[in-house]
């Protein structure tokens, strides 16, 4: 690439935005006659005509067209990539917006929000709970987590937190009047806590290993939930056996107030990623909050 192949280009892409070389110029904060001398040495550098000109009206070739289309999104990454660097010489500050499930509320942010905020004063954090999978770059996210690392395949995940394993769960009382499960067979005679998947509007199979082969039981109980804190209010309530993400479930199980069955049985899942959108510069205000989280979970 020679030194001045991208003399003219902002210009042309001012004159396209703004739909004028008189639009443009203002934008620029130049006078029209450099804008339309910008653009007629990059023209003549290529070779050819990138614009149409009228008395009324400025429009592109088809040359001018395929041009655009492959510049522009080029000069956006540039234009990323140079604020993200400038961000090394500031403070990280702003919103930051995350999208998760639920069950990733006690599990990450509880442990990590209030040390955040004190080491990082100027960032505001909103967590938006949600178990229907958004798309984060439509609904404006600056990321979101799931349990494991399927994202789509223009977004970059990292792990915040080790392996667990599923529980099934019960309270005291329920398995003294009811009796312990041996074997996920055993759960026929159980009532269990079902929970209908959001997205899907499907009551979720309880997943089991046995002899290294996954294997999927539906349950029957008297109650179905569509969130894990009442699942496990339910499971409280003596009013059944459940099944969940380890960690949700500890506090308890150390307390005392659940008990864990079928240990054996259950299979390992991965940890809880964090994604965001591949092709922009990671903003400082999420490298912290990563960086902090990565550290302080694991």
């Given at each position: 690439m020679k030194r001045?192949?991208?003399?003219?280009?902002?210009?042309l892409l001012a004159v396209v935005e703004h739909g004028?070389?008189?639009?443009?110029?203002?934008?620029?904060?130049?006078?029209?006659?450099a804008i339309s001398q910008a653009v007629k040495q990059l023209e003549e550098r290529i070779g050819v005509p990138l614009l149409v000109r009228t008395t009324r009206s400025v429009g592109l070739t088809q040359a001018g067209q395929?041009?655009?289309?492959?510049?522009?999104?080029?000069?956006?990454?540039?234009?990323?990539?140079?604020?993200?660097?400038?961000?090394?010489?500031?403070?990280?500050?702003?919103?930051?917006?995350?999208n998760a499930p639920r069950i990733a509320y006690p599990v990450i942010f509880e442990p990590i929000l209030p040390a955040f905020l004190k080491a990082y004063p100027e960032?505001?954090?909103?967590?938006?709970?949600?178990?229907?999978?958004?798309?984060?770059?439509?609904?404006?996210?600056?990321?979101?987590?799931?349990?494991?690392?399927?994202?789509?395949?223009?977004?970059?995940?990292?792990?915040?937190?080790p392996p667990s394993r599923m529980v099934v769960f019960a309270s005291?009382?329920?398995?003294?009047?009811?009796?312990?499960?041996?074997?996920?067979?055993d759960l026929v005679h159980h009532r269990c806590i079902n929970f209908r998947r959001p997205t899907q509007k499907t009551i979720y199979h309880w997943r089991f290993v046995e002899e290294g082969e996954d294997r999927h039981v539906p349950v029957k109980g008297s109650v179905t939930v569509n969130d894990p804190n009442a699942k496990m209010h339910a499971a409280l309530a003596g009013l059944g056996l459940a099944y969940e993400v380890g960690p949700i479930v500890q506090p308890h199980l150390d307390r005392g107030d659940l008990v864990s069955v079928l240990e054996e049985h259950l299979p390992d899942i991965p940890g809880f990623h964090i994604y965001y959108p591949g092709r922009a510069q990671i903003m400082l205000k999420l490298r912290v909050f990563i960086d902090f989280a990565v550290k302080t979970l694991r």
């Open positions: 001045n192949d991208l003399d003219g280009v902002l210009p004028s070389f008189r639009a443009a110029a203002d934008a620029l904060g130049v006078t029209p006659s395929v041009f655009i289309d492959r510049v522009r999104p080029a000069m956006a990454e540039v234009s990323d990539t140079l604020e993200s660097i400038r961000e090394f010489g500031e403070r990280p500050s702003g919103l930051l917006r995350v960032v505001e954090v909103e967590v938006f709970l949600d178990d229907g999978l958004a798309d984060i770059a439509r609904d404006g996210f600056d990321a979101g987590m799931r349990l494991g690392q399927m994202v789509a395949p223009d977004m970059i995940a990292r792990a915040l937190t005291p009382d329920y398995l003294a009047a009811l009796g312990t499960p041996k074997t996920p067979d």
